[in-house]
């Protein structure tokens, strides 16, 4: 720790680096530099003069409405206040308009709106019960473009900073709903699209959750999403298509889109859609859920690794995504094949077969493929997605890509799933992944039952499910990971759980043949 | 009391820089960030409802470690990523630091950004797993996982540095 620590010490800037910096910042906010000044003020209440023990008396706290104002007004457009004495002190003639309502609430969601607007440089509208608010895209795009991933990182940390990841509520807030919304827009599709319109909809009677959002990715194709659908929605530019399509979801909501243009547009008016409204995606994944797949985290997580590539027609994951905790990897694609699936993915294994994509798709579940040569009469084979918890529906998944292989006339060479089975082991694999799979879920039971979320697994326990390693396997599933194992094979077998926390492992066995006997112990380890 | 820049320059610029340099390995790129995260706050801070000291701290690291990551995901960056790593096991050596914290620092700058990251705050900045799990938006149990690796790997690391020399 110490070398750490010296190592770290190291990195300081100069003295003079500082002053640099601060000059700079004091020539930009001169208000900042002075006695007085109007920034947060934040109080000693510590005992010491060195100590980090302050308090901030909070900021400037500014009201709903003049925060709304002075948004516009740094975009160097115009506000005006339909029906308000209130008038903007930098109006100028010839600008581009924003009016918003000048009741309060509606105000808090323009700010929203346009904060949304601003990340994404994107057209929104807003139409509704009430005098909407409409921003237009060039005034937007003209509007702290160079600022617009600073003002993501600061919606994201304000999300709610303070809320323990484990119970952070799915549903977001509208500000957090607008910008997610937004910017996942950006991120997947780029900045060259920038002609993609976001209409929500908002009831007066409830201003609180949009009623219905309707995402134009392209205009000129002609095509729409809504949801929820509501009957008397505004669906003059919706497009439901000949080939409409209707999907009930458990809440009795229906989505209707068009499959007319049904690649790359539905696609993404699902992807959107879906997001806004914190879909769990369940009525896309189909029998995915089925095979007991669950998502129950935040998806906001993923949005930076799923993009469209517009040349292949689907979502694909790219790179960088692949270096991110294999857990998360693992839901990705999970998100990324069912996107996918939605949009109807019948020739992903001639994708692979020519080298254009990495993810294949079975009849009910995916796989992601490192690589796959064949060239020969044989192929091999390569799985990157074996890991975890989802190992024995990935075990099935490979299972149907090997009979699809062996259907198209393929016969396999070897397969390489981090067990080394031979084929005729298939089946043997197949079993034991189901068997590991039920033993963690008794493991997580015992061990964090009262305490996991309704999933039945918690953070923790889905985090403690996707590394383990099974010394009864030569290779091991998860050679790297230190922290659960199992000894033993067949029916008699025992689980080491070890969980470090507060510097601290804490280590649960569970045996396979004492199934109420979960014994805990706790010991000091070293660190490094 | 009040704030001006030079005092929020003077407590905070250290720590956005050490963090930018643990996710990027550059010092300028580093640098380049200490400015645009204090460009950001003093542009925002009139929004912020920041509670205390520690609060305001570790707004600065998620915006930095946020600003890092927009870095590493921009084609400008993973042109030059390469090079960049050179750079700072270069700007090591010619640092004056000794051997032992020369072969430390080599090994950091192998790990994957996610390790990196993560041994900073644990290691420098002493946050909680769970306080880092909040930072990062990551699960506890991630945290946890990523220390360990983080370790392990560092050990691996050293260890073949030792072989080899």
């Known amino acids: 720790m110490n070398e750490i620590r010296r190592y770290y010490d190291d990195k300081k800037l100069s003295q003079e680096q500082k002053e640099r910096l601060s000059a700079m910042l004091k020539e930009r906010f001169p208000q900042y530099a002075k006695e007085g000044a109007a920034g947060p003020v934040i109080t000693k209440s510590g005992t010491g003069a ?29 506000l005006y206040f339909k029906n308000s004495a209130q008038k ?53 795009r003209e509007v702290l473009s160079s600022e617009e991933s600073e003002i993501y990182n600061e919606n994201e940390f304000r999300s709610d900073p303070d809320l323990p990841v484990d119970t952070k509520p799915i549903t977001y807030s509208k500000e957090r709903y607008a910008s997610l919304l937004a910017y996942n827009y950006r991120e997947d599709c780029g900045q060259s699209l920038e002609e993609i319109e976001f209409i929500l909809t908002f009831d007066k009677s409830d201003p609180t959750q949009p009623r219905a959002v309707t995402v134009y990715p392209d205009k000129e194709a002609d095509i729409g999403f809504t949801y929820p659908n509501i009957e008397n929605t505004d669906t003059d530019d919706l497009t439901t298509g000949e080939e409409e399509t209707e999907y009930e979801d458990p809440s009795g909501f229906k989505t209707v889109y068009s499959r007319r243009n049904e690649s790359r547009e539905t696609a993404l008016c699902i992807y959107l859609g879906a997001q806004a409204v914190q879909w769990d995606l369940s009525h896309i994944w189909g029998d995915l859920r089925g095979a007991g797949f669950s998502y129950e985290g935040d998806f906001s997580d993923y949005r930076s690794f799923i993009t469209f590539d517009e040349e292949q027609g689907r979502f694909v994951n790219p790179p960088q995504a692949f270096s991110m905790d294999p857990s998360y990897v693992c839901t990705l694609e999970l998100l990324t094949g069912a996107l996918n ?65 062996a259907a198209d006339g393929y016969e396999p060479a070897s397969y390489d799933l981090d067990l080394g089975p ?63 194992r199992i000894v033993g094979s067949g029916e008699s077998f025992t689980v ?7 510097n601290r492992w804490t280590v649960y066995t569970y045996e396979s043949d004492r199934a109420d006997d979960v014994s805990q112990d706790s010991s000091i380890s070293g660190v490094f | 009391m ?16 050490r963090a930018a340099l643990t996710c990027l390995r550059d010092p300028h790129e580093a640098e380049d960030v200490v400015s645009e995260v204090m460009i950001k706050y003093f542009t925002v801070c009139g929004r912020l409802e920041i509670r205390d000291q520690e609060h305001l701290k570790a707004w600065f690291i998620r915006v930095a470690v946020n600003r890092c990551r927009d870095i590493l995901k921009s ?65 506890k149990g991630t945290v946890v996982s990523r220390l360990a690796r983080a370790r392990e790997k560092l050990k691996g690391l050293l260890s073949d540095e030792e072989m080899s020399t």
């Open chain 1, 88 to 140: 903007p002190p930098t109006a100028q003639e010839g600008t581009e308009q924003i009016t918003v309502d000048p009741q309060q609430i509606y105000l808090e969601q323009a700010k929203s709106i346009y904060h949304a607007a601003v990340e994404t440089s994107v057209a929104i509208r807003l139409v509704g019960d009430y005098n909407g608010m409409t921003i237009d895209s060039e005034t937007v």
């Open chain 2, 2 to 17: 009040d704030i001006d820049i030079d005092e929020i320059v003077a407590l905070y610029s250290d720590t956005v820089y």
């Open chain 1, 341 to 405: 699936e939605a949009v109807g993915d019948e020739d992903a294994l001639e994708r692979i077969r020519s080298g254009r994509s990495t993810v294949l798709f079975t009849e009910d579940g995916f796989l992601y493929v490192d690589s796959i040569d064949l060239s020969g009469e044989h192929y091999v084979m390569q799985s990157g997605l074996t890991e975890g918890v989802y190992a024995a529906e990935v075990g099935k998944a490979y299972k149907r890509v090997i009979a699809k292989l």
């Open chain 1, 422 to 484: 031979e084929r005729s082991e298939t089946d043997r694999v197949y079993d034991e992944l189901i068997q590991q799979k039920d033993i963690y879920r008794a493991v997580e039971k015992q061990s964090y039952g009262p305490e996991s979320d309704a999933s039945g697994i918690g953070s923790e326990g889905m985090d403690i499910l996707m590394r383990y390693e099974i010394e009864q396997n030569s290779e091991g599933l998860y050679s790297d990971d230190l922290c659960y």
């Open chain 1, 50 to 78: 060195d100590t980090d023990k302050a308090r901030v008396k909070g900021g400037r706290y500014l009201s709903v409405l003049a925060a709304a104002a002075a948004l516009v007004m740094a975009a160097g457009g115009a």
């Open chain 1, 496 to 502: 080491y759980a070890e969980f470090f926390e507060d």
């Open chain 2, 75 to 139: 084609a400008r960056y993973r042109k030059t990523a390469a090079l960049e790593e050179e750079r700072a096991v270069s700007a090591g050596m010619s640092s004056g630091m000794g051997e032992e914290e020369l072969d430390l620092k080599k090994a950091l700058s192998q790990l994957d950004e996610k390790y990196r990251t993560v041994i900073y705050l644990y290691y420098y900045e002493q946050y909680k797993t769970e306080e880092i799990a909040s930072l990062l938006k990551i699960p």
